[in-house]
């Protein structure tokens, strides 16, 4: 029975945290809420049936041992004259037997036998509710279940629905029309207080770990989804590329082919041309020989100025010599069709078509070589602007090819290095962060009037009272206090001027605080990506952010704002347009 009283305790206590309402004075005497009264009461009267042994009734010696010894004390007090002091008597008494007690002017203890046992079926039921949220379904089902009617056992355990529920080792009666409880079996409810304080600790375990879980950090898996996603990929592609190997090693071969003839197409020639063109005396190779040429022309003119002097002699020598050396080819051609369409077996047998023939294509010969020297003069006015413009796709392959490298590596690698945008935007983000505060913080109205919560309500359920909030707030006027001290939140206004104006704001020791990390992560972030800045920019960045910081003097918060507006309008990187620009980098 000792142990059970020790039960008794953790259970009295733990109910009166949860319900500190209990309590209330009055002007006659102090009312205590404790679990043991009734049970003495019983025990002493020999209800119960099953309570009346010497070691039950020793048991609750203490207690009534207890309630003499504070009537005693109270009465010292008033003897005394010093009534307030029984509060303190009162107190250590309550540590000592565990019974909660409240002091007035009166010091007697009076004590309602049904509003105690009242309480001690609802602090029964409120334990076992907790332990059955605690549970969340996964514990077993508490013991004694079946004490408290059927299906109460293994149900939700809801106060709302098991709210006017009496447990076996109880029973209701009306006693002057008011419904009452008495507590008719005490072993029964001993044992399952007992066996409730021996599954706590694992019941608040699991609600515990429960609770945990989901502040802990994904797994190893989750958190390397791509790892875990590439693996049955690439065995995949492995089985997939092993039952095809031969068509994939012709499909190499031929792209290996291809990539060679762009390579040396549009990287290797136009390179070993601009080399050429601009560092060394060598030409380029001529698609017509000039000397060729040169010596067709005058074989041309003297097969003309023959042909002219045979078949024209009439004509004048200096007609013949100038169509000879425009090797005009007009005669040739009237007398090449009239031989063929009147005189053709005379002039086959005298051999005059065959000369007009070579004639004919020694005019063709001397023509293709000028439009071959054509081309090559041509292809030299144009080769530069040609190269270059072959080496126009080797350069959008390898742009292309570097942007996905470095949305790879810096994928696979975050927080080790950033590129330009990407540090450009942080430490936008990182001053648009500051000057939000600054702005906020420069001069602000004062606040709303203060809302605090009003009044409470007492609602009486089982025999205790409980204070539950009333819907709605109400606005207390406190006389102008609550506002100043909320407009002290915003910033402390400095010293007035001198010509008796408006002081400037500056930050109180919150928002300095803030400021100060921003500007901790500014310096941190340029100081590791300085490659990401022009070296001119440099010294001016660190000094505006000492500025801001007061380390060159003190600062208001109008001069920490024009401060960012400078750089916004000095530095490049942090102008809008600053995006657009880097799209390439």
């Known amino acids: 029975m000792m142990e059970s009283r020790r039960i008794f305790r953790k259970l009295c206590g733990f109910y009166y945290r949860q319900n500190p309402s209990l309590l209330s004075y009055n002007q006659t005497g102090v009312e205590a809420g404790g679990l043991f009264q009734p049970l003495i009461e019983q025990a002493a009267s020999g209800d119960g049936g099953e309570g009346k042994g010497e070691e039950e009734t020793g048991g609750w010696q203490a207690m009534e041992h207890g309630t003499e010894q504070l009537k005693q004390r109270g009465g010292e007090d008033d003897?005394?004259?010093?009534?307030?002091?029984?509060?303190?008597?009162?107190?250590?008494?309550?540590?000592?037997?565990?019974?909660?007690?409240?002091?007035?002017?009166?010091?007697?203890?009076?004590?309602?036998?049904?509003?105690?046992?009242?309480?001690?079926?609802?602090?029964?039921?409120?334990?076992?509710?907790?332990?059955?949220?605690?549970?969340?379904?996964?514990?077993?089902?508490?013991?004694?279940?079946?004490?408290?009617?059927?299906?109460?056992?293994?149900?939700?355990?809801?106060?709302?629905?098991?709210?006017?529920s009496t447990p076996r080792w109880a029973r209701q009666l009306v006693v002057d029309g008011e419904e009452r409880i008495e507590i008719t079996s005490i072993p029964q409810m001993c044992e399952e207080v007992d066996?409730?304080?021996?599954?706590?600790?694992?019941?608040?375990?699991?609600?515990?770990?429960?609770?945990?879980?989901?502040?802990?950090?994904?797994?190893?898996?989750?958190?390397?989804?791509?790892?875990?996603?590439?693996?049955?990929?690439?065995?995949?592609?492995?089985?997939?590329?092993?039952?095809?190997?031969?068509?994939?090693?012709?499909?190499?071969?031929?792209?290996?082919?291809?990539?060679?003839?762009?390579?040396?197409?549009?990287?290797?020639?136009?390179?070993d041309?601009?080399?050429?063109?601009?560092?060394?005396?060598?030409?380029?190779?001529?698609?017509?020989?000039?000397?060729?040429?040169?010596?067709?022309?005058?074989?041309?003119?003297?097969?003309?100025?023959?042909?002219?002097?045979?078949?024209?002699?009439?004509?004048?020598?200096?007609?013949?010599?100038?169509?000879?050396?425009?090797?005009?080819?007009?005669?040739?051609?009237?007398?090449?069709?009239?031989?063929?369409?009147?005189?053709?077996?005379?002039?086959?047998?005298?051999?005059?078509?065959?000369?007009?023939?070579?004639?004919?294509?020694?005019?063709?010969?001397?023509?293709?070589?000028?439009?071959?020297?054509?081309?090559?003069?041509?292809?030299?006015?144009?080769?530069?602007?040609?190269?270059?413009?072959?080496?126009?796709?080797?350069?959008?392959?390898?742009?292309?090819?570097?942007?996905?490298?470095?949305?790879?590596?810096?994928?696979?690698?975050?927080?080790?290095?950033?590129?330009k945008r990407e540090t450009h935007e942080t430490l936008r983000s990182i001053l648009l962060d500051m000057e939000r505060l600054l702005v906020m913080r420069d001069k602000p109205p004062p606040p709303p009037q203060r809302l605090q919560v009003g009044k409470y309500k007492e609602r009486i359920r089982s025999g205790s009272i409980e204070k539950e909030p009333m819907v709605g707030l109400s606005f207390d006027d406190d006389g102008g206090v609550g506002e100043r001290a909320?407009?002290?939140?915003?910033?402390?206004?400095?010293?007035?001027?001198?010509?008796?104006?408006?002081?400037?704001?500056?930050l109180n020791e919150n928002d300095w605080g803030m400021v100060v990390l921003l500007l901790h992560e500014a310096q941190t972030l340029v100081w590791r990506e300085q490659r990401r800045f022009q070296k001119a920019d440099l010294p001016n960045i660190f000094e505006d952010l000492a500025e801001i910081a007061g380390e060159r003097g003190p600062v208001s918060v109008k001069q920490q704002l024009q401060i960012l507006g400078r750089m916004a309008r000095t530095y490049e990187f942090l102008s809008p347009q600053a995006n657009k620009g880097e799209l390439l980098s």
């Not at 000028?370 to 081309?375: D, K, L, Y």
């Open 486 to 506: 909320a407009s002290k939140s915003y910033g402390g206004g400095g010293p007035k001027g001198k010509e008796g104006g408006e002081g400037e704001v500056t």
């Open 273 to 419: 041309y601009l080399y050429h063109e601009f560092f060394t005396s060598s030409v380029r190779d001529k698609i017509t020989d000039r000397a060729a040429l040169e010596e067709t022309r005058n074989a041309l003119k003297r097969m003309l100025h023959t042909w002219h002097d045979d078949t024209y002699p009439d004509m004048p020598q200096e007609e013949r010599v100038k169509r000879s050396d425009a090797m005009d080819v007009s005669l040739i051609e009237a007398e090449f069709e009239e031989g063929v369409t009147t005189k053709t077996i005379q002039n086959i047998i005298t051999g005059d078509i065959v000369r007009m023939s070579l004639i004919e294509m020694q005019f063709l010969k001397k023509e293709l070589l000028t439009a071959m020297g054509a081309i090559d003069d041509l292809m030299e006015a144009n080769e530069f602007n040609i190269r270059v413009g072959s080496m126009v796709p080797a350069g959008v392959g390898i742009w292309f090819l570097r942007k996905i490298a470095k949305s790879v590596y810096y994928m696979f690698m975050p927080g080790t290095r950033r590129s």
């Open 79 to 164: 003897k005394l004259g010093r009534k307030n002091r029984s509060t303190t008597a009162i107190n250590k008494m309550q540590s000592a037997i565990s019974v909660p007690v409240s002091a007035s002017q009166d010091p007697t203890v009076s004590i309602d036998k049904g509003i105690l046992s009242a309480w001690s079926v609802d602090a029964v039921r409120l334990v076992r509710h907790q332990l059955h949220r605690a549970g969340g379904g996964v514990m077993p089902k508490l013991m004694y279940g079946e004490n408290w009617g059927e299906g109460l056992g293994g149900g939700t355990w809801d106060l709302d629905v098991i709210n006017e």
């Open 195 to 271: 066996a409730l304080v021996d599954c706590m600790d694992s019941y608040m375990e699991c609600q515990r770990e429960r609770r945990l879980e989901k502040l802990r950090g994904l797994g190893w898996m989750r958190r390397r989804w791509y790892y875990v996603f590439a693996v049955p990929v690439a065995l995949t592609g492995a089985v997939m590329v092993g039952q095809r190997w031969g068509e994939i090693k012709s499909a190499f071969a031929k792209a290996q082919v291809k990539m060679m003839s762009f390579y040396v197409e549009h990287v290797k020639e136009p390179v």
